[in-house]
């Protein structure tokens, strides 16, 4: 079993940030990426909004150039999934992986949030060439374009509302008759004129050419009828889902799934901290989760400044409590 003073579950720039300032500080530190190393952007083709980029990168080349940041001061970096914690005995806490085990003295949750997927031909194999999840992050990229808006709830008429600053035009495709958001949101989106509507409609294939979408093929769920429509983007607001599935009852959770923390970044569990998506259900931009991995890292400093007496040397065995 390997021991480290702070283990870090996660790797988008929540998790790579809190990485570089516990490493930073001289602390054992070990992320466990997860499935892919930064997490949703590193799927972004073109970072535009991160400070210190004034011509822009891309979502892999910010994730490496953080990964090497973390990696100079000391941070280890594991690419292995972790299958169960065990956080009911306290500090040290016990993390499984695929293939190891660790005893955590502390532990930074970093592992995010999903955007539900039409689960359609098409979608993967265009993320990031016009399918599109976060309007804040990719709708400059659609200056002129046509764009179509899947969903029918607050974040979609939130989302497809912005779009209208850049899109020509802004097409939202709701599966039901009636949409779910708010009566405030639906008057000003009706009373957009950039804004049509699609009802009993659902995107069944997205198509392209030259590797960027073309179009949609839509789908009258009352008639059957397919049409193809001509557009440039498709970004899908049918809703996220935190991944905190993990942790059982081990964390409190708010009633959506999300990870409550406090003001320090801290959960329920002493010495257990979260940060990013996987508590923030409100917005999801990389440097939002960024600046939560900084909080949450320089808490579990302190928290471990304050306990350093009682820590263990990291060569020796630990015994967990009963």
Known sequence: MKRTRVLIIGSGPAGLTAALYTARAQLKTVVITGKLLGGQISTTHEVENFPGFPDG??????????????????AEFVFENVTEVDFTK?????????????????VIVTIGANPRELGIPGEKQYVGRG???????????????????????????????????????????HRRDQLRAS??????????????????????????????????????VTTGQVTEKPVDGVFVFIGYDPNSRLFGTQLDLRPDGYVKIDELMGTSVDGVFAAGEIHDSQFRQ?????????KAALSTINWLGERESQLQPLDEAVTQPA
């Open 286 to 294: 990389a440097i939002t989760a960024a600046g939560d991995g900084c």
């Open 90 to 106: 306290g500090t040290p806490f016990h993390v499984k992986t695929d293939t190891d085990e660790y005893l955590a003295d502390s």
């Open 57 to 74: 990168t891309t979502g892999p080349e910010l994730v490496e150039r953080m990964k090497a940041q973390a990696e100079k001061f000391g």
């Open 131 to 173: 399918v599109s999840y976060c309007a804040t992050c990719d709708g400059f990229f659609f200056r002129n374009k046509d764009i179509i808006v899947v969903g029918g709830g607050d974040s979609a008429l939130q989302e497809g509302i912005f779009l209208t600053k850049f899109g020509r035009t802004v097409n939202i495709v």
């Open 183 to 220: 009566v405030a949101l639906q008057t000003r989106a009706i009373s957009n004129p950039k804004i049509s509507f699609t009802y009993n409609t659902v995107v069944d294939e997205v198509k392209g050419a030259d590797g960027v979408v073309k179009s949609v093929m839509l789908r009258d």
